[in-house]
């Protein structure tokens, strides 16, 4: 199975991710996922959102409808293996 590259939100705590996910799905598809292993700063609930989204991603993070500083944003690329 090949997984295509797609975009990570992590966040310093579970609330954050909670509101995050509230405020965007009404915009864009998102995907509550445990947090890779390889990012230790996080509350260990993640965001993925479709490499295809993210222009509209970038969009709504400029309008800061998540609130800044309240995440990391990932684009991660999946092992071919």
Known sequence: ??????FMLSFHSTHDAIQA??????????????????????????LRIEAA?????????QQQ????GSYALYHVTPDES
């Open 65 to 68: 409808v998540v609130a800044s």
């Open 21 to 46: 996910e509230k405020a965007l799905k009404q915009h864009l598809a998102v995907q509550v996922i445990p947090t890779l292993r390889q990012v230790s700063q996080s509350c260990g609930i993640s």
């Open 1 to 6: 199975m090949q997984t295509q590259p797609f």
């Open 53 to 61: 989204d993210y222009p509209n991603l970038a969009s709504l993070l």
